[in-house]
């Protein structure tokens, strides 16, 4: 089972920089999740402790607000949610649906725990592959908010 979580983080953007030994010690923290076409996989406003990698399938992404729900995304494979609920502990920001049958990688606040117990410097470049990529993330949004504004 370890050797198949390893093999689904092989080639992903976020584990680039690690050697196929630190995937596999990575993967014994993580839980591989199925959710068939449809499901919910949290709601906005959900508690969080944990981020999803989706290892296969496609998912929908939206936010509430006072006109109803929008569309935010699709996200496919390779692609991080819920990332900042395993950091921060706060409540989910977005509601994300199973657009297809879905494979998921999960890792939640207790496996990071026992993963920098276990593996501090592993754990450590996680955490900063995993802050690059959010700061990536903000920059773009950032982006997109200055074209809104100004266009």
């Known amino acids: 089972m370890i050797a198949d979580i390893a093999d689904l983080l092989d080639g992903l953007e976020l584990f680039s920089a690690f050697s196929y030994a630190e995937l596999k010690a990575v993967g014994r923290h993580m839980e591989l999740l199925r959710k068939p076409k449809g499901a919910v996989i949290f709601d906005e406003g959900d508690p969080g402790d944990y981020m999803l990698i989706l290892a296969d399938g496609k998912l929908a992404v939206f936010k509430g607000g006072e006109h109803g729900s929008q569309l ?29 049958d879905c494979t998921f990688l999960t890792l939640n606040a207790s496996g990071l725990e026992d993963m920098a117990r276990e593996h501090p410097l592993l754990a450590y470049r996680f955490t900063h592959a995993l802050a ?15 074209e809104f504004m100004v266009g």
């Open 132 to 146: 690059r990529l959010l700061s990536r993330r903000l920059r773009k949004t950032s982006g997109m908010l200055v």
């Open 72 to 100: 935010l995304s699709y996200e496919g494979r390779g692609r991080l949610v819920g990332e900042m609920a395993l950091l921060d502990h706060e409540r989910r920001s977005a509601t994300c649906v199973a657009e297809t």
